[in-house]
């Protein structure tokens, strides 16, 4: 029991951003529903491992959206870039 309790618990996508979602309905927006955004969050010196680099060429071959970010403005900035702007 102790052994198995010590393994790295793995959920998910090796590499795989750190949020996920999928993008529903946004009225004027420049893509499509159903794609799948990820946001990779980076601090300071903090640089993508290589299978971080790997998963985002994949979701971006594959029609997702993967956005690294180092901040909640720049996160905010950088997905109504990619997304459109919000409806009012």
């Known amino acids: ?4 309790l010590m393994r790295p618990l793995t959920i998910g996508l090796t ?3 750190d949020i996920t979602g999928i993008i ?3 009225p ?4 499509s529903p159903g794609v799948m955004i990820g946001w990779e969050i980076k601090a300071g010196k903090d ?3 290589e299978s971080q ?5 994949s979701i971006k071959r594959h ?6 970010v180092e901040s909640v ?9 990619a997304v459109g702007p919000p409806e009012r």
Request: aromatic residues 2%; hydrophobic residues 35%; proline residues 3%.
């Open 1 to 4: 029991v102790r052994a198995c």
């Open 63 to 68: 029609g997702g959206i993967y956005l690294v």
């Open 28 to 31: 004027n927006a420049i893509v």
């Open 15 to 17: 590499g795989g951003p």
């Open 47 to 49: 640089d993508q491992r």
């Open 24 to 26: 529903g309905h946004i």
């Open 73 to 81: 403005e720049q996160g905010i900035h950088d997905t109504i870039e």
């Open 53 to 57: 680099i790997a998963c985002e060429r």
